[in-house]
């Protein structure tokens, strides 16, 4: 699986793989590219049984920003459809989302810097997470007029309803600590690396049939639902064909003008 | 908007309103007058698109009591749909704190001192909430005979079901600092003023229809509904038309005898 | 009450009763018989309107260890559906969790020592739970191939998502301090009748009719119906009769060996 995808570095050990997010000079922003080269690796790990673990990994500094504005952006000379549809864009998004809360293996995933937007998406979505002190988590859709609609499903369940809100609404970021205490991050560690071999230890002991069944369960046990994700996706694309929404992105991409700007 | 209102001051500022709850003789406690006029200036604040905040306070020492027991009591000596009927009383209070998470501006709350009862219920509402130090929050309408019913909705989404269940059952008040710890209170200062003025200068970035957006969705992404608010106003109906709990609050008003003594 | 059972001590006090779970040769596990036990003696404090706490306890080190294996071995002598069948096994354990949930009594549970598995249904479902400094929690059941499926969603409504999942996921212990932290304990004290003390002083004050309109008022709140918890029941009975599962516990009680050994 090693070596040959255009955002992703994958790494395959004896029971595990580590796919990091390679586009560092986008600051890690998810593209289509690097959904699509997601999915394509997860599928391959399903059909080799030794595979147990996925660990999920930024670059130094970044761990991902979120959805690239210059895609988006790109969409917006066509009809915006094109990029943000189904089963492109925001459908696949949510559904690699979703599909990391249900994979039949454990997802860790080891932030070190910042973790914005739909990178937050990730991070809710992974069974474990350890962040480095210097990590910084945040969601700055509402700046432009978005919101992180995709995010907040899963980020209500790991840190509850005010948290989410209260990020989502503020567009501050919150330190490793603050995201600790929340429960966005499972650990914090100067090495996490060294954590994240004792969590094996202990975890490596399940069948992966009981991880499949844990996460499903789970699921079943929680109030998101397939509607739940439509309305997502649907927000999500009905933002971002908002000409408001559009011309803040526009701006910003092609004056570094911010929304709020002359205000 | 200024100074007309018999149960409220209300101040404007160039982008915000500042709404102070004022029956300091009754201890703030909520009438039905205060929700009329509460209403009335959230309706004229609409019309206006440069307001953008809006602040709730109280008295200092007392930010609000809760229903007001002698109007409850008075409506006993009618048919008692008569003052808690649809619309009004607890369909009233119901429809405001449900108005407040909803409303297309910024909610921000300063409590300085006691929030009790259906007081928390509007702290739980708001979308951002500051408190003194020495503010206490409790919720003592078991003592009564009486639950939070109304108030239970918005406080398990702001602290979880436990913390929610546990202020019901003890009627035990919590800190300023136990309640910032479960998210019930967003800053804890000796000098909110300031920590508003930092929040809006985030906040002011926003546009009026995200900060709408965000709230109407994250309605959505929770377990409230229109049938469990419903249910809220009947539950609390149904315990303020019980001869017990009619008697302990009438005791309590002519006598100052509590439902305990004697047992 | 006293005296007459065989899995459990009871003592009855002039206003509560305190029930021991009483199996210290089996760690005190949950057994059929434990469970009919802990139904006829809740039935029978129904008919004494004077008793208004009840509370729980474990042995000194030890307040429960989940269900018996040996029970479980026994039964896959036999079709599985005879010991976890409908009304027995997992369906009584469920009944007997909920019931706790619902009882128009306070539950209080004193833990000093070890919560595990099904141990943790019973600390879940308890209105208040206090704990020495000692105790322990964690779920292991995933390490035979189980889940903790009738503890989710009660352990979940205490302690939120996330908290829940990664117990069951990583199987470890947490300590009394971080259930505290958790909500899943409510008080930590090195004298917990002292705290009970407390509790009760203040707690007493409230009807009976009170205490139960709190508790069912607080079901409709929250997420858990009926098909969520006969989905528990049914993904119990599914895994306790799956082969592997099977395999993996009777190896364990005849050979002492564990799933991942010689793996």
């Not at 080269?37 to 391959?44: C, F, R, S």
């Not at 990391?100 to 998406?121: H, Q």
């Not at 962040?131 to 992180?148: C, D, I, M, V």
């Not at 994240?196 to 844990?214: G, H, I, M, P, Q």
């Amino acid at each position: 699986m090693s070596g040959s995808y255009e955002t992703l570095l994958v790494e395959e050990g004896p029971e595990s793989i580590t796919i990091t997010l390679n586009r560092p000079s986008s600051q890690n922003a998810i593209d289509t590219a690097m959904l699509n080269e997601l999915n394509a690796v997860l599928d391959k790990t399903l059909k080799d049984p030794r595979c147990r673990l996925i660990v999920l990994a930024g670059q130094p500094g970044v761990f991902c920003t979120g959805m690239d504005f210059n895609e988006l952006s790109a969409a917006t000379q066509k009809p915006v459809s094109a990029a943000v549809g189904q089963g492109q864009g925001a459908g696949l998004y949510m559904s690699t989302i979703k599909r990391l809360t249900l994979e039949p293996r454990l997802i860790v995933s080891i932030v070190d810097g910042r973790a914005m937007a739909g990178g937050i998406g990730l991070v809710a979505a992974s069974d474990w997470v350890i962040a480095t002190p210097r990590s910084q988590f945040s969601l700055s859709e509402a700046l432009w007029g978005l919101l992180p609609a995709m995010v907040a499903p899963y980020l209500i369940r790991r840190v509850g309803f005010q948290t989410a809100f209260r990020m989502t609404l503020t567009t501050l970021p919150i330190s490793a600590q603050e995201a600790w205490t929340a429960h966005l991050v499972d650990e914090v560690s100067e090495h996490p690396l060294d954590n994240l071999r004792r969590l094996w230890l202990r975890v490596s002991k399940l069948e992966t049939a009981t991880v499949k069944n844990v996460k499903a369960y789970f699921r079943e046990m929680w109030l998101i639902s397939e509607q739940m994700e439509e309305l997502a996706v649907a927000e999500t694309n009905r933002l971002a064909a908002d000409p408001v929404v559009i011309r803040n992105i526009t701006d910003y991409i092609e004056f570094q003008k911010f929304p709020w700007d002359e205000k």
